[in-house]
């Protein structure tokens, strides 16, 4: 079990409610800033979670305050229309019988706030809607619907934004075409984000918290980036495992397309150009596309090589072993190599060790 | 025979406005409450589909006799009786046409699910705002199908008024009660032409129910 | 086993002609005769029905409605034997499918009054009231108790001022509910319907107020030569048919 203890947190959450066979068993404080995503396999109780927060579900014991406000106690239930809450459901669910226009100003209008994210009309510049504000909503793509269930969300002025799985009824295409706007809402929002998914990919991609959930209740919750290279949780062990680092663009070479983005300190060079200088960009570094050197290769094609400290050693199944390090003053950055267990043999690295690593430039960035 | 044809348009008419005012939040109760008894009310206000009308008439007779505590009640607070007179034909067909109006109201609200009321709610829609806003308008089809029915079943009904009717011309002697009476009369060209006139009535009323249906289905689509 | 299985199949046969001798008996010597029969009459045609049956061996179908649609289903060939109208009128005009006719009954009307009304000296009297209430008649187009209701007041020189008083049943059955749930105060109706009654909840219209209520019978062209049929139509003319109608309330021709 990994906590950490945020002193900022605002979202005091403790509900307990019994649904058939299942109990929902929760206790946690969620962070006031940036996104937390509430993550498990399907039925571990984080739809309900977040309905929960919503009061679209009233658990029979529980308790929420949102900075400092009482939302629900023993004596107290704030009806969802009550919260100041912005809310994305897994299918867009507009309503039929209004235009884009109409179902844009629904919330809006009925909102007690001063309207501070813009009128009607930037909100649809802003998610790309304003051709489509005087069609019905049967006439939209999948991706459009959702955008226009995000606008629409979004001019209510809410204090918290929840997504249930805003994504998972979508296609593929869909998906591409929402997410870049996810990202933007991410990058520019003041208000704390909520969602649901079942996706890790998603979560790599969006979160800056996560909250991991099985059977109902709460296993794990921090940082994004620690859980995701914390050794004790099984995202580390998935075939798939990669490390996500946080940098700031430096500079963008137009002859040679590279983007360097600086990862506490150091530069690694991305192909293509990403972002403004000054912008803090997200980059994900899938474990198998990392190699250790003992010494600092002096003739590679490779761009990326970066000194990191061996944190942690630990053998997996099949024959591989994951190698855990620390990049930067105090190691704080955690990357993640996995090697084959014959490689191990023949360095057998070892805590403490100083390595490099290369990192094969061209997979740094996946795209969704 | 234009008094009796506006007569049973008008009956009809009131008795639609007035089940679509108290049927569709009956209806609205049923489809949400999940209370266990909810279907034995509901199985009550769908009596009348089963039941022959001269039993719902019988009944009514006796209820809304002057020397019952109904009709009682009633002439103490409107000082008169509702036998043989245009409200107490209402007060019959509303009884007789509710499960007509309500069942498909009800349909419709049962169908939308929760999730739009629950996205009003996330949108600073009260309850009761989201009702209106909301799930009226997403239930149009089931409103205009319940409208025709009610409409339709009035307008065709016979036991009742017969029973508590008193036939008299311009006050309870509808449409059906007088295709009867030329029937009985022997007077069957006159029954001819008001028996032809309901059935291309039915017809239309079919007809439009069946757009309307077709409407939905699109919508649901 | 072969002679178990022939034994069970006799049974078995056994068993169903015990069935079939239940369902029909005494079946085959006799006519099954159809009665259609105005519903006024229902329950005096039982009772004579019930006499008939005491020295005959016929089968006697009774089916009741009212006289407008048993003649109608007479016109479109429904399988009916012996007619017993409520009025004349309606035999008069099948004349052409009958072979015998008789007056089997005079109707009598009665003034009955709902359980609160007060029946005064004379019917005149009565229905002079300033809180009458409605008064109940039948349908005077179809009923021949709701024509004789207004001849009645007719000759009283009373219908004007009682006609913004009626309420109208379809027929006679209708009107009497109407009065015995108290919804109408007074209403006319027949004496075989108030034979059970209080004498003093109605009284008998005198009969120089209105035409005789003729209510006549018809043996149909169709069953002249049926034995069984011959026989009850005779029997509805005797002395003991005659007892049984005037005992419920009717006068004899």
């Known amino acids: 079990m990994t906590s950490s203890s945020n002193q900022n947190t605002e979202f005091k959450a403790r509900f307990r409610q019994t649904l058939g066979t299942f109990t929902l068993d929760v206790d946690t404080h969620l962070p006031a800033k940036g996104v937390t995503a509430l993550f498990g396999p399907s039925g571990c109780g984080k739809t309900t979670f977040l309905r929960c927060l919503a009061g679209l579900e009233k658990a029979a014991e529980g308790s929420l305050t949102m900075g400092g406000?009482?939302?629900?106690?023993?004596?107290?239930?704030?009806?969802?229309?009550?919260?100041?809450?912005g809310y994305i459901f897994q299918e867009a669910s507009l309503f039929p019988h209004l235009t884009v226009r109409d179902n844009l100003n629904y919330g809006m209008n009925r909102s007690k706030e001063t309207v501070n994210e813009g009128n009607v009309e930037e909100t649809a510049n802003l998610l790309g809607l304003n051709k489509l504000l005087d069609r019905h909503p049967d006439y939209l793509s999948g991706g459009e619907r959702q955008r226009v269930a995000l606008g629409r969300a979004l001019l209510t002025s809410p204090r918290i934004l929840l997504m249930d799985e805003p994504l998972s009824a979508l296609d593929q295409m869909a998906k591409e075409d929402i997410i870049p706007y996810l990202e933007e809402l991410r990058r520019t929002l003041s208000i704390p984000i909520v969602f649901v998914s079942h996706d890790i990919r998603e979560v790599e991609r969006l979160a800056d918290h996560m909250v991991l959930m099985d059977e109902g209740r709460i296993t794990a919750s921090g940082p994004l980036i620690e859980m995701l290279s914390n050794p004790a949780l099984p995202f580390a062990q998935a075939d798939q495992t990669?490390?996500?680092?946080e940098g700031s663009v430096v500079s963008y070479n137009q002859d040679e397309q590279l983007t360097e983005i600086s990862v506490e300190g150091h530069p690694i060079l991305v192909p293509g150009k990403i972002g403004e200088t000054g912008e803090s960009r997200r980059i994900r570094i899938a474990a198998s596309d990392i190699s250790l050197s003992r010494e600092k290769p002096s003739e590679t094609t490779i761009l990326n090589v970066l000194p990191a400290v061996i944190?942690?050693?630990?053998?997996?199944?099949?024959?591989?072993?994951?190698i855990f390090l620390g990049l930067g003053q105090e190691n704080q950055c955690k990357v993640i190599a996995r090697i084959s267990s014959l490689s191990q043999k023949k360095f057998a690295f070892a805590p403490d060790q100083t390595v490099y690593l290369q990192i094969k430039g061209v997979s740094m960035i996946e795209k969704y | 025979?234009?008094?009796?044809?506006?007569?049973?348009?008008?009956?009809?008419?009131?008795?639609?406005?007035?089940?679509?005012?108290?049927?569709?939040?009956?209806?609205?109760?049923?489809?949400?409450?999940?209370?266990?008894?909810?279907?034995?009310?509901?199985?009550?206000?769908?009596?009348?589909?089963?039941?022959p009308p001269t039993v719902l008439g019988f009944y009514l007779l006796i209820a809304l006799a002057p020397d019952s505590p109904i009709g009682q009640l009633i002439q103490a607070v409107f000082g008169t009786t509702l036998p043989f007179t245009f409200e107490g034909l209402v007060v019959g067909s509303c009884i007789y046409s509710l499960p007509f109006v309500v069942q498909p109201v009800r349909n419709a609200f049962e169908a939308m699910g929760d999730r739009p009321m629950e996205v009003a709610a996330t949108l600073r829609a009260s309850p009761a705002n989201a009702f209106f806003t909301v799930a009226l308008p997403l239930a149009r089809p089931g409103l205009i199908t319940g409208a025709v029915l009610g409409f339709a079943h009035t307008v065709g009904e016979f036991g009742v008024v017969l029973m508590i009717g008193g036939n008299i011309p311009g006050e309870t002697r509808v449409l059906s009660i007088a295709i009867y009476d030329h029937v009985e009369a022997l007077e069957w060209g006159q029954a001819?032409?008001?028996?032809?006139?309901?059935?291309?009535?039915?017809?239309?009323?079919?007809?439009?129910?069946?757009?309307?249906?077709?409407?939905?289905?699109?919508?649901?689509? | 086993m072969e002679r178990l299985k022939r034994q069970t199949v006799k049974s078995h046969r056994f068993a169903c002609l015990m069935i079939l001798s239940l369902i029909f008996p005494r079946q085959a010597a006799a006519d099954t005769i159809h009665i259609a029969v105005a519903s006024n009459f229902v329950s005096t045609a039982k009772k004579i029905v019930e006499a008939f049956g005491k020295d005959s061996d016929h089968r006697i179908l009774l089916s009741s409605g009212s006289t407008g649609k048993i003649y109608a289903q007479i016109l479109k060939g429904a399988p009916y034997d012996i007619f017993l109208s409520a009025d004349s009128e309606t035999i008069d005009k099948l004349q052409t499918r009958t072979a015998d006719r008789a007056t089997y009954a005079l109707g009598k009307l009665v003034l009955l009054g709902a359980r609160r009304a007060v029946l005064k000296e004379t019917v005149s009297t009565s229905l002079n009231t300033s809180d009458l209430g409605k008064l109940a008649i039948a349908n005077p187009k179809t009923a021949p108790y709701g024509r004789a209701a207004i001849e009645t007041l007719t000759s009283l020189g009373a219908l004007e001022k009682l006609k913004p008083h009626f309420v109208t049943g379809e027929n006679i059955t209708q009107t009497y509910q109407f009065v015995a749930t108290g919804n109408a105060s007074f209403g006319f109706v027949a004496l075989s319907q108030v034979q059970d009654l209080n004498k003093t909840r109605y009284k008998i219209i005198e009969q120089d107020l209105y035409s005789p209520i003729r209510q006549d019978a018809a043996l149909l062209s169709r069953s002249a030569g049926k034995p069984g049929a011959r026989s009850f139509f005779s029997f509805l003319k005797s002395e003991v048919s005659k007892e049984i109608i005037r005992l419920s309330g009717y006068d004899l021709p």
């Open chain 1, 69 to 85: 406000k009482i939302w629900q106690d023993q004596s107290t239930f704030l009806p969802t229309h009550k919260r100041p809450i």
């Open chain 2, 192 to 221: 001819h032409l008001l028996s032809g006139g309901m059935i291309v009535f039915a017809f239309i009323v079919i007809l439009i129910m069946m757009m309307a249906d077709r409407q939905m289905r699109r919508r649901a689509q």
């Open chain 1, 311 to 322: 944190q942690s050693v630990e053998a997996l199944e099949a024959g591989r072993f994951n």
């Open chain 2, 1 to 51: 025979m234009t008094e009796t044809i506006w007569l049973t348009t008008k009956l009809a008419a009131v008795t639609t406005v007035l089940l679509l005012l108290f049927g569709t939040p009956v209806a609205w109760w049923l489809a949400r409450s999940k209370a266990w008894w909810k279907e034995v009310i509901g199985a009550v206000l769908s009596l009348p589909l089963v039941l």
């Open chain 1, 242 to 245: 990669a490390s996500i680092l």
